[in-house]
């Protein structure tokens, strides 16, 4: 990563820092450049009411995003759900509930204070099927075929790595998998300088792809079925989207598309290639192989 990128990210994590501060000293969370009032376009008015009555009033208070994940993602009981950049743990909260006792919600962010926040809110709550990490969404800690579901809310705009972070995304879900994310995306026309016009990384704007971009990048990470609504205006030119994608049970571009068969064989898809996984989610790959008494163990 550049000087560049890593003035961007510092720039990002101060910011939401603050934020976190902010809340946890009784204010209100903004995704902009300084702690004011949200509109509609961001915060939490995107939540429905019931929803933001069972949580603690800190994580709807701290909630920064541009939509509502949680609503489009389909979330069912038993599913294994990450949360890129998961804030206060609003997200993470109602996936959560959504999955019942035997699933689990994952919520990753780089920022202590958020971390602090969502740990104060995971126990108000009386959540027991959470677990927030810490890390970046371009090296998420998880190990590959884990996750059944990604979300995230206004937070894939901010990275400065986008391709390492849909990269990452693929990893981490078992084939099956899919996405259902809220994040800000801007018109084909507009240049990257139009975009920086409109706002800057902490507000949400500056870092967005174009929906052009957004579905190469996605489709170059080797997902399928990719969908990219938009939901309501956040600036000139500039949408906050509703964004669904799969990851193919049998890979077939991307990554995971390398050379060799992309078939199912010793337990692993795309096997004997540097992108093989274990067919099965729950096996690791040495395992599956071992199993299968495959030829190609490596």
């Known amino acids: 990563m550049n000087d560049q990128s890593n003035d961007l990210r510092e720039t990002v994590r101060r910011r939401y820092a603050a934020a976190a501060v902010h809340v946890t000293e009784g204010g209100a969370a903004c995704c902009g450049p300084q702690a004011l009032e949200v509109d509609d376009s961001f915060g939490s008015t995107l939540y429905a009411a019931d929803e933001r009555d069972e949580l603690p009033a800190e994580a709807v208070a701290a909630s920064l995003g541009c939509g509502n994940p949680t609503a489009v993602a389909d979330l069912r009981v038993g599913e294994r759900v990450l949360d890129l950049g998961s804030g206060g743990g609003i997200d993470v909260l109602l996936s959560a509930r959504r999955g019942g006792p035997t699933g689990k919600a994952y919520g990753l962010d780089m920022t202590e204070e958020m971390l602090a926040l969502a740990l104060a809110n995971q126990k108000k709550a ?74 800057d990384y902490v507000g949400c704007i500056a870092g967005a792809l174009s929906f052009t971009e957004y579905q190469r990048g996605l489709e170059a990470a080797g997902f399928t ?72 163990q490596n």
């Not at 259902?180 to 975009?195: E, H, K, Y």
């Open 126 to 199: 009386g959540a027991t099927n959470v677990e927030f990490l810490k890390g970046t969404i371009e090296a998420v800690p998880l190990p590959a075929g884990t996750i059944d579901v990604v979300i995230s809310n206004c937070v894939i705009n901010l990275s400065t790595d986008k391709p390492a972070v849909f990269a990452e995304t693929y990893r981490v879900l078992v084939p099956g998998g899919r996405i259902g994310i809220s994040d800000v995306i801007a018109d084909d026309a507009l240049t990257p300088d139009q975009r920086a016009e409109r706002g």
């Open 225 to 296: 079925d990719i969908e990219i609504t938009p939901t309501h205006s956040v600036a000139d030119g500039m949408h906050s989207a509703i964004v669904r994608a799969v990851k193919p049970t049998i890979a077939t571009a991307g990554p995971a598309a390398t050379a060799g068969t992309a078939e199912t064989c010793c337990g692993a898809t795309a096997c004997c290639t540097p992108a093989e996984e274990a067919a099965d989610p729950h096996t690791t790959l040495i395992e599956a192989k071992a199993t299968a008494g495959c030829g190609c």
